[in-house]
């Protein structure tokens, strides 16, 4: 297991301002893909692959990370953690990392934010073959403008990278997915004033001196960089896991018409009429009153709709109520413990930070409620 690896570096310290306002009350590796938080399925991962020690790189709301989590026990591995006192960027904390834990053998390097079915161990089968100092997991995306694309030669060595190209320098759809196994001699790459970023202050340097390859994984893949990619990880994650959705055995929903693939939490009660799905994931607790429809839509944990309703598109932080005849219209991100009152109607691409309350329509497209 592991194949000979054991430790593994997870960044999990970063503000997360786009995904705002979901991270306003949470860091983002404590979001939920279909009802448990994202770093749980990371740690998951990494445990199957025999990793017995993993360090998270915390600073943002770095409580609520340490005391989910602890010493990983519950978990089925060892938890350290490094702190950061400053932004140190994604490449800053691997030399804290040393320095505090020590970095003696091969060690892989996972971003907190990354939705993937990497098999790790395949992984490190690669990176041994390969005989480099460092392997970066690649992903084909359609639009790679938004990444650092990279081109391969005959041998997988990665022979150019460009980070966030324009059009004209897109000549791969082959795009960093943020997971990275590194050789202890490659840590002299690392040898920069922080902040400094991986994609580019250290890549580079090692596509110059021919150090690094590129494992293509062709499975599944989400970032969650913006409220769009986060209900996107959590759909993906429903068709790969459950193709034909799910429903909590403690659900109530003989009332109501669930459309698959839908994910159903434990404790969700569907009242008569109500329509959910397909991809709706509804968090545990949730309470849907009747005639309400759901559709594309993610619900954490405990969000009352008196109903009638209709909400599609959009995610809905958790303890949040809405009132009858609510309206709320595609790409609107609401927050945590928000109330919007009867017969509001929601706007497209609404931002509603947390702990408001809606008296009145919004009819603005992309208004930001502060």
């Given at each position: 297991?592991?194949?000979?690896?054991?430790?593994?570096?997870?960044?999990?310290?970063?503000?997360?301002?786009?995904?705002?306002p979901?991270?306003?009350?949470?860091?983002?590796p404590?979001?939920?893909?279909?009802?448990?938080?994202?770093?749980?399925?990371?740690?998951s991962?990494?445990?199957?692959?025999?990793?017995?020690r993993?360090?998270?790189?915390?600073?943002?709301?770095?409580?609520?990370?340490?005391?989910?989590?602890?010493?990983g026990?519950?978990?089925?591995?060892?938890?350290e953690?490094?702190?950061?006192?400053?932004?140190?960027?994604?490449?800053?904390?691997?030399?804290?990392?040393?320095?505090?834990?020590?970095?003696?053998?091969?060690?892989?390097?996972?971003?907190?934010?990354i939705?993937?079915?990497v098999?790790?161990?395949?992984?490190?089968?690669?990176?041994?073959?390969?005989?480099?100092?460092?392997?970066?997991?690649?992903?084909?995306?359609?639009?790679?403008?938004?990444?650092?694309v990279?081109?391969l030669?005959?041998t997988?060595?990665?022979?150019d990278?460009?980070?966030?190209?324009?059009?004209?320098?897109?000549?791969?759809?082959?795009?960093?997915?943020?997971?990275?196994?590194?050789?202890?001699?490659?840590?002299?790459?690392?040898?920069?004033?922080?902040?400094?970023?991986?994609?580019?202050h250290?890549?580079?340097?090692?596509?110059?001196?021919?150090?690094?390859?590129?494992?293509?994984?062709?499975?599944?893949?989400?970032?969650?960089?913006?409220?769009?990619?986060?209900?996107?990880?959590?759909?993906?994650?429903?068709?790969?896991?459950?193709?034909?959705?799910?429903?909590?055995?403690?659900?109530?929903?003989?009332?109501?018409?669930?459309?698959?693939?839908?994910?159903?939490?434990?404790?969700?009660?569907l009242?008569?009429?109500?329509?959910?799905?397909?991809l709706?994931?509804?968090?545990?607790?949730?309470?849907?009153?009747?005639?309400?429809?759901i559709?594309?839509?993610v619900?954490?944990?405990?969000v009352?709709?008196?109903?009638?309703?209709?909400?599609?598109?959009?995610?809905?932080?958790?303890?949040?109520?809405?009132?009858?005849?609510?309206?709320?219209?595609?790409?609107?991100?609401?927050?945590?413990?928000?109330v919007i009152?009867?017969?509001?109607?929601?706007?497209?691409?609404?931002?509603?930070?947390?702990?408001?309350?809606?008296?009145?329509?919004?009819?603005?497209?992309?208004?930001?409620?502060?």
């Open positions: 297991m592991g194949e000979g690896v054991d430790t593994a570096v997870v960044l999990a310290g970063g503000f997360a301002t786009r995904l705002r979901l991270t306003l009350t949470r860091p983002k404590l979001l939920p893909v279909l009802n448990r938080p994202l770093l749980d399925w990371i740690l991962s990494l445990r199957e692959a025999g990793i017995k993993v360090i998270l790189s915390v600073r943002y709301l770095s409580e609520m990370i340490k005391g989910k989590y602890g010493d026990s519950e978990y089925g591995v060892e938890i953690y490094a702190e950061e006192v400053k932004p140190l960027g994604d490449g800053g904390p691997i030399p804290m990392v040393k320095e505090l834990f020590g970095l003696d053998g091969t060690f892989l390097v996972v971003y907190g934010d939705f993937s079915d098999d790790f161990n395949d992984l490190i089968r690669f990176h041994r073959n390969a005989g480099g100092l460092a392997t970066l997991v690649l992903t084909r995306v359609e639009d790679p403008s938004r990444y650092g990279a081109l030669d005959e997988d060595r990665i022979v990278f460009i980070e966030k190209p324009s059009k004209g320098e897109v000549r791969s759809n082959l795009i960093n997915a943020g997971i990275y196994v590194f050789e202890p001699e490659a840590l002299k790459y690392f040898n920069v004033k922080p902040p400094f970023k991986l994609s580019k250290v890549i580079p340097k090692m596509v110059e001196d021919r150090v690094i390859y590129g494992y293509v994984h062709n499975g599944v893949w989400s970032d969650i960089g913006v409220p769009k990619d986060y209900m996107k990880a959590n759909f993906q994650a429903l068709q790969h896991m459950y193709p034909n959705g799910y429903v909590a055995p403690s659900a109530d929903v003989d009332n109501a018409e669930v459309i698959q693939p839908s994910y159903i939490g434990e404790g969700v009660k009242s008569q009429g109500s329509v959910v799905g397909p709706a994931v509804v968090g545990e607790g949730c309470e849907v009153g009747p005639l309400t429809r559709k594309d839509s619900f954490l944990e405990k009352v709709v008196e109903g009638p309703a209709h909400i599609a598109g959009s995610v809905v932080g958790e303890r949040t109520y809405i009132g009858k005849w609510v309206r709320i219209m595609p790409g609107s991100v609401l927050g945590d413990e928000i009152d009867d017969e509001v109607l929601i706007a497209r691409n609404t931002v509603i930070l947390p702990y408001k309350e809606i008296r009145s329509s919004i009819e603005k497209e992309g208004e930001v409620v502060l």
